[in-house]
């Protein structure tokens, strides 16, 4: 895979950095408030402009000393132009170059990178008699813009393009596997995803909802490619209070939502709360498969495991079939297992089982377990199918639906996960009236209706 342009934007707090990725990027990545220091992690995004594609790495603000993760964010920053190819550097055009704008201007030039510097906040060209004021920054390369009205933003990048050497080939990445790492804050995401990359890739602070962004990073494992996105916390709605968490929680939903696989990371001293069984809630919701991750289990002292998982399986039903894994983020114990049950809850969500296996076990579980008769009727089950995958789509074909009790549907979805696997995936299970055919004499009994065809498996949804 040849490696893609990488541009990065920095410069101090609140020029408009974020709204200018969002705007290069032509959808909302990276979240933005008129609140300073909101951006903290480095943001990445794939995007193109005529024709040329290029990753856009988005960075906090620099400088800010009365913020908490001021120095973290500053070595974000670091690292995200020593990893890039083509540096733009962000001012406020509506104000004059601050100290701040020249200690990192003074950064930049010290990197020996092609620099470009953006003017923000440009609206109209009645702004653009000031702009000769940042040339004190020893940048020649400038260019007004407005991130919010779309200003300039394609000669902005033709710019930073300009002398750099584009790949001819680029792999598309669209098709990896995408593992989204979610809890509560503070139980050890952005330090489990660090450890899997073997870099500082998100903030580490022992202070709670460092994360605020959704983080996209590739990560390989025995030449295996895998999408890792690291989420904010979810924190109880009244604690919901900042307009960024809600745009945080918002964005943990949709990173749910692109993800194949979920890691639910549970601290292992505190075991599952309330938002551990909401965030369930929410994967089972979205129907995607699952993987539980008790961190912190160097710290855990004076309870067993298995009493351990017992409690979660107890707590959340959904949890029962998921896997289950006791790591140590900080200490990297079991991070090789995560692999290993992502690849085979993966399995399990693409599975497809034919029609003549499925009546099988559908026979056999009916052997074992007659259907219930309620006022005076009994469930006739005719055959079962599966229509679609991610996760597995199944239909039951029977002569009332209302005659099948939720208690029946679990024992039959039972059987299937007993027979077939399907590790820590949910299960679709729908119930479908066999439409009478015409001038066919009505069969008597309660097994399968060996005149009607199975129709064939069709194609994923």
């Not at 005529?50 to 603000?61: A, K, R, V």
């Not at 601050?98 to 702004?127: F, G, T, Y």
């Not at 790492?181 to 990359?197: E, H, Q």
């Not at 990560?219 to 989420?231: E, G, L, M, N």
Request: hydrophobic content about 40%; some cysteine; overall charge neutral.
């Amino acid at each position: 895979m040849k490696k893609l342009i990488r541009i990065a934007l920095v410069g101090r707090p609140n020029v408009g950095k974020s709204a200018l990725f969002n705007a290069i990027c032509k959808k909302k990545i990276s979240i933005v408030d008129e609140a300073e220091g909101i951006t903290r992690d480095r943001l990445y995004a794939k995007t193109e402009s005529f024709g040329t594609p290029f990753e856009l790495i988005d960075t906090g603000g620099m400088g800010r000393k009365d913020d908490p993760y001021g120095d973290l964010i500053y070595r974000q920053a670091e690292i995200a132009i020593k990893e890039a190819d083509s540096i733009i550097m962000v001012v406020d055009g509506t104000a004059h170059p601050l100290e701040l704008d020249m200690q990192v201007a003074r950064l930049l030039h010290r990197s020996k990178k092609p620099i470009c510097l953006a003017i923000n906040k440009i609206d109209n060209r009645s702004q653009q008699a000031t702009l000769y004021e940042f040339s004190s920054l020893g940048i020649e390369k400038m260019i007004p813009v407005s991130a919010v009205h779309g200003y300039q933003i394609a000669e902005l990048i033709e710019i930073a393009l300009k002398d750099i050497e584009v790949p001819e080939i680029v792999e598309e990445e669209n098709l990896l596997p995408h593992v989204a790492i979610v809890g509560r804050p503070n139980v050890g995401k952005s330090t489990l995803l660090n450890a899997l990359v073997g870099d500082e890739r998100s903030i580490v602070s022992p202070l709670a909802g460092t994360t605020r962004d959704s983080i996209d990073t590739e990560v390989v494992f025995k030449d295996k490619s895998y999408v890792f996105i690291d989420t904010a916390g979810i924190r109880k709605k009244q604690k919901e209070r900042e307009v960024v968490e809600k745009f945080a929680y918002i964005r943990t939903e949709a990173a749910i939502e692109r993800a194949s696989v979920c890691l639910l990371m549970i601290d292992a001293i505190q075991g599952i709360t309330t938002e551990e069984k909401k965030i369930a809630k929410m994967i089972e919701d979205a129907k995607k498969s699952c993987v539980i991750l008790l961190n912190k289990w160097d710290l855990a002292k004076g309870f067993r495991m298995e009493h351990c998982l017992k409690g979660i399986e107890d707590e959340v039903p959904f949890l029962a079939h998921c896997p289950k894994i006791c790591i140590s983020a900080l200490n990297k114990r079991n991070l090789d297992k995560i692999f290993q049950n992502v690849d085979e809850v993966l399995a399990s969500y693409e599975m497809r089982v034919t029609t003549g296996q499925l009546n099988k076990c559908l026979t056999n579980a009916m052997q074992l377990y007659h259907p219930p008769v309620l006022g005076g009727k009994r469930l006739r089950v005719y055959y079962m199918t599966q229509v679609s995958t991610k996760p597995p789509h199944f239909v039951l074909f029977v002569n009332k639906p209302n005659l099948c009790e939720p208690t029946y549907q679990k024992y039959l979805v039972n059987k299937l996960r007993e027979t077939f696997g399907f590790k820590g995936v949910p299960l679709v299970f729908q119930l479908k009236a066999k439409q009478p055919q015409k001038n066919a004499p009505e069969q008597r009994g309660g097994g399968m209706d060996r005149d009607l065809q199975f129709i064939p498996d069709s194609e994923d949804e």
